[in-house]
């Protein structure tokens, strides 16, 4: 049964860095791409940054280029993300997904299998 479990969400002041951690079973990161997605209060979720399984690619959206990094680390089965100078607008609950899809070009919620629970991420001073 695929499973994913995001952690390393919490409370920072603005400017400051958290690293998310997604933890998948059940299946394996070399043939599922990943996907970070985030839903703030009264918003649709939107696509962060997804990784593909093929080739490693990523993509990012445009509001967190050149302060995310997505990542991963095929032998613990773990996607990464990295979130430097974090911004109040950044605050929303953070989920992972799976697709069965092997390259991904742009963060699709419709292309994601599996979801994991989300993890809140809440930049404020």
Wanted: glycine fraction near 10%.
């Amino acid at each position: 049964q695929a499973r994913l479990v995001e952690s390393g969400g919490g409370l920072v002041q603005p400017g400051g860095s958290l690293r998310l951690s997604c933890a998948v079973s059940g299946f394996t990161l070399d043939y599922y791409s990943i996907g970070w997605f985030r839903q703030a209060p009264g918003k649709e979720r939107e696509g962060v940054s997804c990784i593909s399984s093929s080739d490693g690619s990523t993509y990012y959206a445009d509001s967190v280029k050149g302060r995310f990094t997505i990542s991963r680390d095929n032998a613990k089965n773990t996607v990464y993300l990295q979130m430097n100078s974090l911004k109040p607008e950044d605050t929303a609950i953070y989920y992972c997904a799976a697709s069965s899809l092997l390259l991904i070009t742009q963060c699709i919620l419709e292309a994601y299998d599996y979801w994991g629970q989300g993890t809140q991420v809440t930049v404020s001073s």
